[in-house]
């Protein structure tokens, strides 16, 4: 599941004039231990003191270096967003791309406050050995830091959505079940409005129709449960909502621009190589998207395929003539329906938006 770059702590001490520009993807976390510290990003500089956090994304594209006659010396990890999906609810989903948004600048936190104080303390109580305690203690601190700025996100929005809050409200009190398994209709019910209104609202709230997103939910949830070596593809298609392996293999090409069984021999080989990768969004340009890192529908570092542009105002697309009818074998007779019914429309079609 995860390399030996993400959610591993490491120490580096850098000497007076000493300069470190990490190779880390994703999001990387820092915590200055001892001597005075400058960083340099694209987007932002300043200074760190032992106590203080850093947080930024692509590690890559910065620098820190050593200030005055003193090492400097600091801890840090890494993680990917996508290892952290299986965590979120509904309301932090809605809120996903503002805080991955947010984060492209480096977020510092001061040695102060009281968020840096519990981090340092959890960090001092993380097990040396690379185990299961060790990386569970690095996602405790994630999940902190990660939470206050779901808050300020939170907070942010509400001061720009005060006349929509209802539809907030409604939508965040949605379980992430509720909002795969509930039919369109029922979902309109809850936000007593009609479905050609709900998905007016899902437009201009989240930049994607109600079927987008829920078909973007399940997807990132394969994307999860695909890390399994051992887990059936077939098994991932049912328990991520689709009835046919033939329609699960397409919806995932059409959005990963690669098959699912694919994805998985990648993605082992990234983590025993410690090469990371992520997937691009066709709703990105949308701000609906909790993926990051791309533009234009391809990566900013060119490590993986690029994914043909989806307009977010797609009609639905016929299945029939792509192919996606693909006949079980003799151990999976009756574990699938014969016909791709779609899991949002429940007829034979693929939702793109």
């Not at 909502?241 to 098959?259: A, E, V, W």
Request: hydrophobic share 40%.
């Amino acid at each position: 599941m995860f390399s030996q770059e993400h959610l591993a702590l490491r120490l580096v001490r850098l000497k007076t004039g000493d300069k470190w520009a990490g190779k880390s993807r994703g999001l990387v976390f820092i915590f200055p231990k001892a001597g005075i510290g400058r960083y340099c990003t694209p987007i932002g500089r300043g200074q760190v003191r032992p106590g203080d956090i850093l947080v930024v994304q692509e590690w890559h594209h910065a620098v820190l270096h050593a200030e005055a006659n003193e090492d400097v010396v600091f801890w840090f990890f890494a993680i990917q967003v996508e290892h952290m999906f299986p965590l979120f609810g509904s309301a932090e989903i809605s809120l996903l791309q503002n805080v991955v948004d947010g984060l492209k600048s480096v977020r510092f936190y001061s040695g102060a406050t009281e968020l840096a104080r519990d981090c340092h303390r959890m960090l001092a109580e993380a097990p040396p050995d690379y185990d299961l305690g060790h990386r569970s203690q690095l996602l405790r601190i994630a999940a902190s830091l990660l939470a206050a700025e779901f808050r300020n996100a939170q907070s942010h929005r509400a001061g720009i959505a005060r006349a929509d809050q209802r539809v907030i409200q409604v939508f965040e009190k949605l379980s992430t079940q509720e909002l795969l398994n509930l039919s369109v209709a029922e979902l309109a019910a809850r936000f007593g409005c009609s479905q050609r209104h709900l998905n007016r609202l899902f437009h201009r709230h989240f930049g994607c129709s109600v079927a987008a997103m829920r078909m973007e939910m399940r997807l990132l949830k394969a994307i999860c449960l695909l890390r399994d070596p051992d887990a059936k593809i077939i098994s991932v298609a049912e328990q991520c909502g689709f009835n046919h392996l033939g329609l699960f293999n397409t919806c995932f090409k059409r959005r990963f621009n690669i098959s699912p069984g694919r994805w998985r021999k990648q993605a082992s080989e990234r983590d025993m190589t410690g090469v990371s990768g992520a997937a691009v969004c066709p709703l990105s340009s949308d701000s609906a998207c909790p993926w990051n890192g791309f533009r234009n529908g391809t990566p900013d570092d060119g490590s993986a395929e690029a994914l043909p542009p989806v307009s977010p105002g797609r009609r639905l697309v016929s299945a029939k003539g792509l192919a996606v009818s693909q006949p079980a074998s003799k151990s999976d007779k009756g574990r699938v329906n014969p016909s791709p019914a779609c899991p949002e429309c429940e007829s034979t079609c693929l939702c793109v938006g």
